[in-house]
């Protein structure tokens, strides 16, 4: 069982550069998230979904764009990287409902941005 | 509103320490309360939960009980191995709406033989 399959693990970018992570989950899983995680700051939520078809802002939306076209997969895109995006970006599912289901994550995709 | 805080770090013990991790939630009811652990490269997996107020959460050693009255649900151990060197994250559901984890900033913990 995979659970949640983040690609790539790793990548530099330049900046100005574009680049979409992509986020598996072959749990069936309704919500899928996407956090960013600094040091100091903990994890900080970039964009959301409640089901496939849509998508939600979260904490720190600007400069990502996000897509759920299908259920098992949420993507996320940097349209013009900059150095403020370097961090480690998780993606996480949960099944949804009654507020106290348990979220799965990836391993996380380190970025840089140079 | 819907925020975590908790203790910062980072704490350094030597093994068979008693460990105590702080959080404390605000809330305008009783969300659900969870304890995230992440081991070096690793993504965050789930420790323990509380669903209530009143319930303790336990897995491999470690509790947190849900105290609707100090707003609080901290994290403890007895007896800490060199196995639980990792960061500790405390997280709630948000309220009125849509499911999502709001995460404290994460306690690194150090155990040293």
Known sequence: NAGVTQTPKFRVLKTGQSMTLLCAQDMNHEYMYWYRQDPGMGLRLIHYSVGEGTTAKGEVPDGYNVSRLKKQNFLLGLESAAPSQTSVYFCASTSGGKGHTEAFFGQGTRLTVV | GNSVTQMEGPVTLSEEAFLTINCTYTATG??????????????????LKAT????????KGFEATYRKETTSFHLEKGSVQVSDSAV????????GGSEKLVFGKGTKLTVNP
Do not use: H
């Open chain 2, 30 to 47: 009783y969300p659900s309360l969870f304890w995230y652990v992440q081991y070096p490269g690793e993504g965050l997996q789930l420790l």
């Open chain 2, 52 to 59: 209530k107020a009143d319930d303790k959460g336990s897995n």
């Open chain 2, 88 to 95: 500790y994250f405390c997280a709630r559901i948000t309220q």
